[in-house]
């Protein structure tokens, strides 16, 4: 049975275009491809599965339980996880052969003890914070960090990484800061007698604008499900959405105008017109303040959002177009006739794309096509 509601349709066939586009991009590399947050809304199990015997593809997770929910879904490949490590999870993590990251020197004791009690412990990658001011060991620490490392040589250190905070700005003066800052720490690991089998600090931003954050391994998330990373990054590896968010016309009526609709009543009906309610609101990630400006697609024609969009459902002005209940609208995407970049409503709406991607979930079903 066909549940009616809205629908992340998800394009596996754009998926793998885009990660061939981004591979040309940046070389022969090895790539880690960011599935955290349910693969940025998409369904982390979907994304990783259609990817995943690409050649020199690892994923990235936040957290541990993110992690496990790809390897019961049968992923093999390498997952490295980016949150604070947490004693309790360690030894299943070694189990799941997991990759964790040490961002503090309390990490580093942690896994030193895991260790020397139990013979093992996950391989991990040092993360040093270079401007971010999130996870991640000051520089000022390096000394020690390198230092501990080499006493325990038996401990499985594996990558050395950083994280951008601006790689997607026009102005890029702080990312150079944070690169130079980084290749530094890493020069200081390589004299201290250390080798990283994994150097890493580019994500979607640096892909597009810094080269020469590459190493050898680059993160990349956002662009891999084809929306760009900001409006002032070049777009110079061409993607495609790879979601396409639709809702579901359930009712449409003829109303005369002067009529008002929905909350508040602060849209009212200039003429007589057809309003569609369609069953999906900010509940299932509609972004809500995207009706003053916002607009849905039909049949490739742009048609205004009518009035503040509900917990559950929205309504749109018609005109004297009058679609079949059950027909869908495109609220963002690339489907068919219908192209909203979700870019485009996060800039109207003062938001990011990480956040309205992310955002997708209640009771959106999502549909994967190949
Ligand atoms: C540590 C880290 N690396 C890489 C990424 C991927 O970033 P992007 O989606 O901009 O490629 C993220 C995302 O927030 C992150 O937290």
């Given amino acids: 049975m066909n549940i009616i509601g809205p629908k992340a349709y998800i394009h596996l066939n754009r998926l793998r275009q885009n990660l061939f586009n981004i591979r040309k991009h940046i070389g022969n590399r090895h790539l880690l491809c960011v599935v955290k947050a349910d693969g940025y809304g998409h369904g982390a199990k979907a994304i990783a599965d259609a990817i995943a015997s690409e050649p020199c593809i690892s994923f990235a997770v936040f957290a541990f339980e993110e992690a496990v929910i790809l390897r019961k879904a049968g992923i093999r490949n390498e997952i490295l996880i980016f949150s604070r490590i947490q004693k309790h999870w360690l030894e299943p993590a070694s189990r799941l052969n997991l990759v964790v990251s040490a961002s503090s020197m309390d990490d580093l004791k942690i896994l030193q003890d895991v260790h020397e009690l139990t013979g093992r412990c996950p391989r991990f990658h040092i993360k ?23 006493e325990k040589k038996s401990l499985p250190i594996e990558g050395i990484y950083s994280h951008f905070a601006s790689s997607e700005d026009g102005d890029l003066s702080y990312a150079h800061n944070q690169l130079n800052a980084f290749k530094q720490v890493v020069k200081e690991g390589q004299n201290a007698d250390l080798s990283f089998q994994y150097i890493h600090c580019s994500n979607s931003g640096a892909v597009l604008n810094l080269s020469d954050a590459y190493f050898n391994l680059v993160r990349v998330g956002i662009l891999l499900y084809g929306v760009a990373p900001s409006h002032e990054a070049p777009m110079n590896v061409n993607v495609d959405p790879v979601m396409s968010f639709c809702g579901p016309i359930v009712n449409i009526r003829r109303v005369q105008a002067g009529t008002k609709v929905s909350y508040g009543g602060v849209y009212t009906t200039k003429k007589d017109t057809n309003i569609a309610v369609v069953q999906t609101g900010f509940a299932d990630g509609f972004p809500r303040p995207w009706y003053e400006q916002g607009f849905v697609s039909y049949k490739g024609v742009e048609f205004k959002i009518a009035g503040r969009p509900c917990m559950d459902q929205f309504m749109v002005d018609f005109g004297d177009v009058a679609p079949e209940e059950g027909d869908e609208v495109l609220i963002f995407g690339k ?36």
Avoid: C, Q, W
């Fill in 335 to 370: 489907r068919n006739l219908d192209k909203i970049p979700v870019e485009r409503i996060a800039r109207e709406i003062g938001t990011t794309a990480y956040a309205l991607l992310t955002g997708i979930h209640g009771r959106t079903e999502h549909i994967t096509l190949s």
């Fill in 128 to 150: 040093f914070d270079t401007g971010m001011t999130r996870l991640g060991f000051d520089l000022a620490e390096s000394d020690s960090v390198f230092g501990l490392l080499n």
